[in-house]
């Protein structure tokens, strides 16, 4: 399980392993990962973490281009930057080149009650920190 901290809400996500063992092992490595949330700008109710080259080395698996409230995708780069998308509504992941899929590699289990007020948090309040780590 991943323990999830974005400002003052917290939530736990379980890894989608068998789906998207790659992207998994690929992002236990950079654990604690800590950046910031911000509102996307064309794939609907969510919220993004913009990564720009960084490279996790993996390529596509279990992708998907409309994600349901709770998924964490994982896009690797390639028409567009790499990316982390939080869904907290709905949403249909997309860029400026048009649609996008992502890697569908985690999904909230506990705290989905509180997204839809982290992405009123996050649309109105700004970039929010992010922190991803192993649940104790």
Known sequence: MIKITVADFHFQADWEEKKAPATCAAFRKVLPFENHLIQVRWSGEAAWIPMGDYDLGVGQENV?????????????????????????????????????????????????????????????????????????
């Open 64 to 136: 998907t281009a409309h994600p349901s409230v709770g998924e964490i995708l994982f896009y690797p780069s390639g028409v567009s930057e790499t990316e982390i998308l939080f869904v907290y509504g709905h949403a249909s992941f997309a860029s400026t080149a048009g649609p996008l899929a992502g890697n569908h590699f985690m999904t909230i289990t506990k705290g989905v009650e509180q997204l839809a007020a982290l992405g009123e948090k996050v649309l109105w309040g700004g970039a929010q920190p992010i922190r991803f780590e192993t649940a104790a």
